[in-house]
């Protein structure tokens, strides 16, 4: 069964440095998203990705972040320069549709998440 | 703008008894509405959907969930809770973006 893939599954890094975390979603899926989970709180949206343009962003995706698609298979996503409170949990998800487009359309599948932790 | 409550942080069953995690959503259209589950140190699992077309939905592992419009409800059951079923599970609502509940985590006693 074709699944989302995310490496690295743990990164730690200084607070500063900048951090690209990879995904590669499944390959027939047209849409891309970030989403992140701080520990203890909420999964949270951050950025939606289609035809090699951002769709949606959060308040959280600020100008230290940015996403990119660079061959046909992969998906990244950068923070140039991390602070304390980017650690958290990362998921990549990669859907057919964002709405509509009858059975499955809406479904997103989440790859296992990148552990971020910033010192 | 769309949300989802989940009323319950902490649900402990015991072994092969029933299990009800509940949703409430709040959406100004008929939602698209997804339950998610995640095991520990693993990724987030689909466990089921409701999309308009049924408003009970079977989902995986003999979970099942009810939509209740009248109600604004959304809740997670199973008949046998196992041992496995151990998780945190997340009430979703879809505007493109998925919008997740705060979670609800499953402990299943022997």
């Known amino acids: 069964e074709p699944e989302v893939t995310q490496t690295p599954s743990h990164q730690v890094t200084q607070m500063g440095q900048e951090v690209i975390l990879r995904c590669v979603p499944i390959?027939?899926?047209?849409?891309f998203y970030w989403y992140r989970q701080i520990l203890g709180q909420k999964v949270e949206f951050l950025v939606s990705?289609?035809?090699?343009?951002?769709?949606?962003k959060s308040e959280i995706f600020d100008d230290q972040f940015s996403v990119e698609r660079p061959d046909g298979s992969n998906f990244t996503l950068k923070i140039r320069s991390t602070k304390l409170e980017d650690s958290a949990m990362y998921f990549c998800?990669?859907?057919?549709?964002?709405?509509?487009?009858?059975?499955?359309?809406?479904?997103?599948?989440f790859g296992p998440g990148t552990r971020l932790t910033v010192t | 703008a769309q949300s989802v409550t989940q009323l319950d942080s902490h649900v402990s069953v015991s072994e092969g008894t029933p299990v009800l995690l509940r949703c409430n959503y709040s959406?100004?259209?008929?939602?698209?509405l997804f339950w998610y589950v995640q095991h520990p140190n693993k990724g987030l699992q689909l466990l089921l959907k409701?999309?308009?077309?049924?408003?009970l939905v079977k989902g995986i592992n003999g979970f099942e969930a009810e939509f209740k419009k009248s109600e604004t409800s959304f809740h997670l059951t199973k008949p046998s809770a196992h041992m496995s079923d151990a998780a945190e599970y997340f009430c979703?609502?879809?505007?493109?973006?998925?919008?997740f509940g705060q979670g609800t985590r499953l402990t299943i006693n022997p």
């Open positions: 990705f289609y035809n090699n343009e951002i769709s949606e």
């Open positions: 390959s027939n899926h047209l849409y």
């Open positions: 409701y999309t308009s077309a049924a408003t």
């Open positions: 998800a990669s859907s057919v549709s964002p709405v509509g487009g009858g059975p499955g359309g809406y479904e997103q599948y």
């Open positions: 959406s100004s259209y008929s939602p698209s």
């Open positions: 979703v609502v879809s505007v493109g973006k998925l919008v």
